[in-house]
């Protein structure tokens, strides 16, 4: 069965890069559309980005835009979120999930990563 | 952008009844080449990842109990469960993903 980790640093200073990974075990990437959605504490769910597994094809929300990076690893099955010059609005759960359906990102998403939190505080 | 609103913010329902969610999108979500409802419905329980009730606005993915059922099309959807039972506490959204980008509705806290 397929599982999702995400990892990375809890804590970040402002005006620094948030760094995270998502490893992918117990299956296959291939072909499959990877995300990254956040949630503020005590908030809603708000979509990152996604990427092809190859790293062919990305895409990002458009708030977001101007200071997110995705990546892709095949080789180690990894998912990589960078955020660039954050704030506090940026502390939230960082979760990475599967798109369901093959070679597209226009579907839900049914595997999700259990979070990580990220606190931007100095 | 659309924009999706969950209503109502918070539902408190005894046990053994029905509880409804409504979803309202700012534009139409259905794809006219498919007839497809491009909207998911997700449960979230404190701690834990959401996790895909429904998808394509009324298709129950396996494993979820048949008391949970949406319906809806075009911009107004319906997250239904028949019977409320102690384990269906939970905040749960709907999300479109008809473009990008995608977004989720606000949630509502459904609680006994």
């Known amino acids: 069965q397929v599982q999702l980790q995400e990892s990375g640093p809890g804590l970040v200073k402002p005006s620094e890069a948030l760094s995270l990974t998502c490893t992918v075990s117990g299956g296959s990437v291939n072909d499959y559309f990877w995300g990254w959605i956040r949630q503020p504490p005590g908030k809603g769910l708000e979509l990152i980005g996604n990427i092809y597994y190859d790293g062919s094809s990305t895409n990002y929300n458009p708030s977001l835009k101007a200071r997110v990076t995705i990546s892709a690893d095949t080789s180690k099955k990894q998912y990589s979120l960078k955020l660039s010059s954050v704030t506090a609005a940026d502390t939230a759960i960082y979760y990475c999930?599967?798109?369901?359906?093959?070679?597209?990102?226009?579907?839900?998403?049914?595997?999700w990563g259990p979070g990580t939190m990220v606190t931007v505080s100095s | 952008d659309i924009v999706m609103t969950q209503s109502p913010d918070s539902l408190a329902v005894s046990l053994g009844e029905r509880a409804s969610i409504n979803c309202k999108s700012s534009q139409s979500v259905l794809y006219s080449s498919n007839n497809k409802n491009y909207l998911a419905w997700y449960q979230q329980k404190p701690g834990q990842p959401p996790k895909l009730l429904i998808s394509?606005?009324?298709s129950r993915e396996s494993g979820v109990p048949d008391r949970f059922s949406a319906s809806g099309s075009g911009t107004d959807f319906t997250l239904s469960i028949s019977s409320l039972q102690a384990e269906d506490v939970a905040v749960y959204y709907c999300q479109h993903y008809f473009d990008t980008p995608q977004s989720f509705g606000q949630g509502t806290k459904l609680e006994i």
């Open positions: 394509w606005a009324s």
């Open positions: 999930a599967r798109v369901r359906t093959t070679a597209t990102f226009f579907d839900a998403f049914d595997m």
